[in-house]
């Protein structure tokens, strides 16, 4: 499909990319004749190595920000080399955004469905803004603020590189891929700097409940999510027979304005519809009149065609994003293998009273801070998946029936750098077989997750955990891959199969935490949500 048009851009790419190698070999070159030229360390040199010394890429962090810096005798402090990091990472990213951009827009004409370049677009994208939010941000940190975007944007560009794999390899396909994974390298040298320099701990404390919500949730939110749909006055009414201000969902949300909270009531009816809250749709309410009652539906799958990211039948990416009281599913059975119903990106969300519904990869826990109450979550392989910061709280977990050649696997976290404040913390939960799958769940292993990334993490507090779960209640992903540097634990859980006698002995597995280590992935701790949640509403346990 891209035979007709990959002659000129192939050659932009080309000269993109040796612009890009001539600056690394004339940065690491410079850095290297400064060590060369002295008898040692120049101060700078020196706070620079420092700085740097717990980067997963330390060579390249040297010498990029030696090459920032220059000969200047003014020795920069930690705080100032990581301003320079997040933008040279920020130039990299408009680089890389610029060159998807015109691939992506060289083949559009010859495509149905969005690939993995597609993807990419979107995903750079989504990383300049949180490049530009750090940067924003750095003037008065946050510090949890700033962990958490720099995690987002380099899980971005593994969601990127993911995406690229369903494709088939060509030139364009390989410039892009390597556009992302070297900036994936800057963003995480920039996230071991912000570390180094705060401990990778948020300055914020707060644990004002808010009139018993957590913190990062207005009043108005609160008010939201308390009240029922007829209290709650919307800025668009979606009904199927036309008694409201539109007729289908997608309608809707284009006629939103922006600018404060807006909200969309979803009348009772299905609604087979594929649904995209972008980036610059911040701040929706979209609620329904009870999961059950207001259903939407699609069935996009990677066997139709789809990367997962692509599948999703309800995404969000704008930050504040709520959903409340709806039934979202992706229909598409298990033989269709990836195939999302939520996937989530936005930063401080919240998924109160729904039902989600699919088999392999239902909920994307993309990335950012996430919070999930009172829903029910049904599925079958890595059924609750992604790299974001997310407490599942007070939630129904239902393994369903599989494919005879499948075994279940709950969670499949993709923290990749152990700098990322991402993972999976379920709390009070209850995990159970549905209905489907009660008969045989002693017939087809269900495990509560494997590794989907080296430094994947996943906690399980205070849950009920029925007799489906296998004695060993963790299974590899392939081989021994992850096995050392991966943290699975749990606290205080209780039913049949919540014994740890029987778990497996890797190294990150831990059978029982301390109390003390339990409530880090508590709402208060995990997502800091003292400081966002008590504002949308939603009722939560700050801690254990």
């Not at 000969?71 to 320079?84: H, R, V, W």
């Not at 900036?183 to 705060?198: E, F, K, M, R």
Request: hydrophobic share 35%; charged share 15%; with cysteine.
């Amino acid at each position: 499909m891209w035979s007709n048009n990959i002659s000129p851009l192939n050659m932009y790419q080309k000269m993109s990319l040796i612009v890009v190698l001539l600056t690394c070999t004339l940065s690491y070159t410079s850095h290297a004749l400064r060590h060369i030229s002295g008898t040692s360390l120049s101060a700078s040199d020196a706070v620079i190595t420092a700085a740097c010394k717990n980067a997963l890429y330390p060579e390249a962090c040297e010498s990029s920000l030696s090459s920032l810096v220059g000969s200047s005798d003014k020795t920069k402090t930690p705080k100032e080399l990581f301003d320079l990091s997040v933008q040279l990472a920020m130039g990299r990213a408009h680089s890389a955004l610029s060159s998807a951009y015109n691939l992506t827009l060289s083949g559009r004409g010859h495509k149905k469905k969005q690939t993995g370049l597609d993807d990419c677009l979107e995903l750079l994208d989504l990383s300049v803004s949180h490049l530009n939010d750090v940067l924003v941000a750095s003037k008065n940190p946050t510090h949890d603020d700033v962990h958490t975007w720099l995690s987002a944007a380099m899980t971005n560009q593994d969601t990127c590189v993911d995406g690229l794999q369903s494709m088939s390899q060509s030139p364009v396909r390989d410039s892009v891929e390597a556009q992302a994974q070297s900036l994936a390298q800057y963003i995480s040298n920039s996230l071991a700097l912000h570390v180094s320099i705060n401990g990778g701990q948020s300055e914020d404390h707060r644990t004002d409940r808010n009139g018993g919500f957590p913190g990062w949730v207005m009043e108005r939110e609160r008010r939201l999510l308390e009240a029922s749909a007829a209290e709650i006055k919307a800025d668009a009414v979606v009904a199927k027979d036309g008694s409201g201000t539109h007729r289908t969902i997608g309608e809707a949300i284009a006629s939103l304005a922006g600018g404060g909270r807006s909200t969309v009531y979803v009348k009772a009816g299905t609604y087979k519809e594929i649904l995209r809250f972008t980036k610059k749709q911040a701040n929706v309410m979209l609620y329904g009149d009870g999961a059950g009652k207001t259903v939407i539906v699609g069935d996009r799958s990677s066997e139709s065609g789809y990367t997962t990211y692509a599948s999703a039948t309800v995404s969000a990416m704008g930050p504040g994003f709520i959903a409340k009281d709806l039934t979202i599913v992706n229909s598409a059975g298990p033989s269709d293998h990836q195939a999302v119903a939520l996937r989530i990106g936005a930063d401080r969300s919240v998924i109160y009273r729904c039902s989600i519904q699919g088999y392999q990869d239902t909920l994307y826990t993309h990335s950012n801070r996430q919070f999930y109450r009172d829903n029910d979550i049904y599925g079958t392989v890595d059924f609750i998946f992604g790299n974001s910061a997310v407490v599942i709280q007070n939630c129904n977990i239902y393994v369903r029936k599989p494919n005879s050649n499948q075994k279940n696997t709950i969670t499949a976290q993709g923290r990749k750098d152990p700098n990322q404040n991402t993972g999976i913390s379920i709390h009070n939960c209850k995990i159970t077989a549905s209905s489907d799958f009660f008969p045989v769940r002693h017939n087809i292993p269900t495990y509560l997750g494997r590794p989907w990334h080296q430094f994947s993490r996943t906690v399980i507090m205070g849950s009920y955990i029925d007799d489906l779960i296998q004695p060993a209640g963790w299974t590899p992903w392939a081989g021994d891959f992850a096995l050392k540097t991966l943290y699975y634990a749990e606290y205080g859980n209780t039913g049949p199969g919540a014994g740890t006698a029987g778990r497996v002995g890797w190294p990150g597995v831990h059978r029982a935490l301390s109390t003390a280590d339990a409530s880090k992935f508590t709402v208060a701790q995990f997502i800091f949500g003292n400081a966002w949640l008590p504002g949308t509403g939603v009722d939560f346990d700050a801690g254990l």
